[in-house]
């Protein structure tokens, strides 16, 4: 019976064993294979974990004594407690971002240990020390906290511009693929004019709900809402226009179909970001009256696009890139990724290991398929994409606390008027950049744009 139990015992702490072991092995190998996913979601943690900090976090930093320091002479209302959180999550998430940045600086091929090491394994070490890049902010006297306050503002702008550019190269970059496939189809040319059609119907359905919804009637003029809007509308009219003379050597009405919506929704943006109780926020009025279910998604929506803006900047390296290396111009003009020689002496290795006469063909090709892999470019830069979720980590301070001010609405994300103003730039930023991408190869004609 005793011996018995005791093979029992053993069995299910041995299947047990087995069933971690398959479980870690499993985990590991996903995360290797999608190591963008699991950043993504350790950044979407860390601003869950922000969003829960912002409005419950009294109880907490009352209970830290060189934080409440500097409290005195006034009384802290849960907004600055809130604000004094989210600062640090984003300040330790900045810095774990910003570690990694500087450590995959340089690296280049799969192969290199830098990559497999940092970007693609050892999770559970760096579980660890996310966490403890989140909790090391909290150990910071308040004044180095607000100088990254004040960084966080230049650092989220240039995230927005990041994004902006993205944008404009892939609507470029699609305009050009769809006109190219048209001069075999003409059915793609077709399919490029529905949407064009389909964008412009879209800027103006927009522009009508905003006057509907920010305009509403018996709350006075409501000028700037008025200015605002009709500036929108002809910005987005003005380049329009410009994409179509001689001038303007790239212009085409798609890409400025898709920018002009985009600026749309920048406006929209914009206005729904004026304080609820702003009599010219119709759209303000009715959300005060949203069940906290409706708010939820709202926040919830908003946050999942930060992550996912982050992720897609952080993948779209080449238009970045001002130095690509060798091995990328291989890759588009279909040459071997490494030489000859490389291959050769992966393969003398392989072969002096064993006895005369006992190397097979399988296990040449094994090792030439390894070479080749270990010297392949890496398919988007690490340094790069760790950087953008560095800048998109002070994007989310600014997002949560109202690009730092501390009357932040509880319950709320980016509402205020400092939001309304970021947002109003941002637009016309968008619409000037895209009017110099028109008319910049035409005032400069001996200067390469790339587009």
């Given at each position: 019976?005793?011996?018995?139990?005791?093979?029992?015992?053993?069995?299910?702490?041995?299947?047990?064993?087995?069933?971690?072991?398959?479980?870690?092995?499993?985990?590991?190998?996903?995360?290797?294979?999608?190591?963008?996913?699991?950043?993504?979601?350790?950044?979407?943690?860390?601003?869950?974990?922000?969003?829960?900090?912002?409005?419950?976090?009294?109880?907490?930093?009352?209970?830290?004594?060189?934080?409440?320091?500097?409290?005195?002479?006034?009384?802290?209302?849960?907004?600055?407690?809130?604000?004094?959180?989210?600062?640090?999550?984003?300040?330790?998430?900045?810095?774990?971002?910003?570690?990694?940045?500087?450590?995959?600086?340089?690296?280049?091929?799969?192969?290199?240990?830098?990559?497999?090491?940092?970007?693609?394994?050892?999770?559970?070490?760096?579980?660890?020390?996310?966490?403890?890049?989140?909790?090391?902010?909290?150990?910071?006297?308040?004044?180095?906290?607000?100088?990254?306050?004040?960084?966080?503002?230049?650092?989220?702008?240039?995230?927005?511009?990041?994004?902006?550019?993205?944008?404009?190269?892939?609507?470029?970059?699609?305009?050009?693929?769809?006109?190219?496939?048209?001069?075999?189809?003409?059915?793609?040319?077709?399919?490029?004019?529905?949407?064009?059609?389909?964008?412009?119907?879209?800027?103006?359905?927009?522009?009508?709900?905003?006057?509907?919804?920010?305009?509403?009637?018996?709350?006075?003029?409501?000028?700037?809402?008025?200015?605002?809007?009709?500036?929108?509308?002809?910005?987005?009219?003005?380049?329009?226009?410009?994409?179509?003379?001689?001038?303007?050597?790239?212009?085409s009405l798609f890409p400025?179909?898709?920018?002009?919506?985009?600026?749309?929704?920048?406006?929209?943006?914009?206005?729904?970001?004026?304080?609820?109780?702003?009599?010219?926020?119709?759209?303000?009025?009715?959300?005060?009256?949203?069940?906290?279910?409706?708010?939820?998604?709202?926040?919830?929506?908003?946050?999942?696009?930060?992550?996912?803006?982050?992720?897609?900047?952080?993948?779209?390296?080449?238009?970045?890139?001002?130095?690509?290396?060798?091995?990328?111009?291989?890759?588009?003009?279909?040459?071997?990724?490494?030489?000859?020689?490389?291959?050769?002496?992966?393969?003398?290795?392989?072969?002096?290991?064993?006895?005369?006469?006992?190397?097979?063909?399988?296990?040449?090709?094994?090792?030439?398929?390894?070479?080749?892999?270990?010297?392949?470019?890496?398919?988007?830069?690490?340094?790069?994409?760790?950087?953008?979720?560095?800048?998109?980590?002070?994007?989310?301070?600014?997002?949560?606390?109202?690009?730092?001010?501390?009357?932040?609405?509880?319950?709320?994300?980016?509402?205020?008027?400092?939001?309304?103003?970021?947002?109003?730039?941002?637009?016309?930023?968008?619409?000037?950049?895209?009017?110099?991408?028109?008319?910049?190869p035409a005032m400069f004609?001996?200067?390469?744009?790339?587009?």
């Amino acid at each position: 019976m005793f011996v018995a139990t005791y093979l029992g015992s053993c069995a299910a702490n041995m299947a047990g064993y087995c069933a971690c072991w398959t479980c870690t092995s499993v985990s590991q190998a996903c995360m290797k294979r999608s190591a963008r996913v699991a950043y993504s979601f350790l950044f979407f943690l860390a601003i869950v974990i922000s969003w829960i900090m912002r409005d419950f976090a009294r109880p907490l930093i009352e209970k830290i004594p060189w934080i409440m320091r500097s409290a005195t002479g006034f009384e802290p209302s849960d907004k600055w407690f809130g604000q004094q959180a989210v600062y640090r999550i984003s300040m330790g998430n900045f810095l774990f971002f910003g570690c990694m940045s500087l450590a995959l600086l340089g690296v280049k091929y799969k192969g290199e240990r830098r990559g497999q090491l940092l970007q693609h394994g050892n999770w559970v070490i760096k579980l660890v020390v996310w966490i403890l890049f989140n909790a090391l902010p909290f150990l910071f006297p308040n004044g180095m906290v607000q100088a990254y306050g004040w960084a966080a503002r230049f650092g989220s702008g240039l995230f927005l511009v990041i994004q902006m550019i993205i944008l404009l190269d892939f609507t470029q970059s699609w305009n050009d693929a769809w006109v190219a496939n048209g001069e075999q189809d003409e059915r793609w040319l077709y399919g490029l004019l529905a949407l064009t059609v389909t964008c412009f119907a879209g800027v103006l359905g927009i522009s009508g709900v905003l006057f509907y919804f920010f305009k509403p009637s018996g709350a006075g003029s409501c000028s700037l809402n008025v200015f605002l809007i009709t500036a929108s509308l002809l910005l987005c009219i003005g380049f329009s226009l410009l994409s179509l003379l001689p001038m303007a050597r790239n212009g085409s009405l798609f890409p400025s179909s898709t920018t002009a919506l985009y600026i749309m929704y920048l406006c929209y943006s914009a206005l729904q970001s004026e304080p609820r109780d702003f009599e010219c926020n119709g759209l303000g009025h009715r959300l005060n009256a949203a069940s906290g279910s409706t708010l939820v998604i709202g926040m919830l929506v908003t946050l999942l696009s930060v992550v996912y803006s982050a992720l897609r900047a952080g993948s779209n390296t080449s238009l970045f890139m001002l130095d690509e290396d060798d091995a990328s111009d291989d890759v588009a003009m279909g040459t071997p990724l490494i030489d000859a020689e490389a291959v050769a002496g992966a393969n003398s290795t392989a072969e002096s290991a064993a006895a005369p006469g006992q190397v097979s063909a399988s296990r040449d090709s094994a090792a030439d398929r390894a070479a080749i892999e270990d010297y392949a470019p890496i398919s988007y830069n690490y340094a790069f994409f760790h950087l953008i979720f560095a800048l998109a980590s002070m994007y989310i301070a600014m997002l949560m606390t109202g690009w730092g001010a501390v009357e932040q609405e509880r319950d709320r994300l980016d509402v205020g008027w400092t939001s309304v103003w970021v947002k109003t730039a941002a637009e016309w930023v968008t619409g000037l950049l895209y009017s110099w991408t028109l008319i910049a190869p035409a005032m400069f004609p001996d200067r390469d744009f790339g587009f």
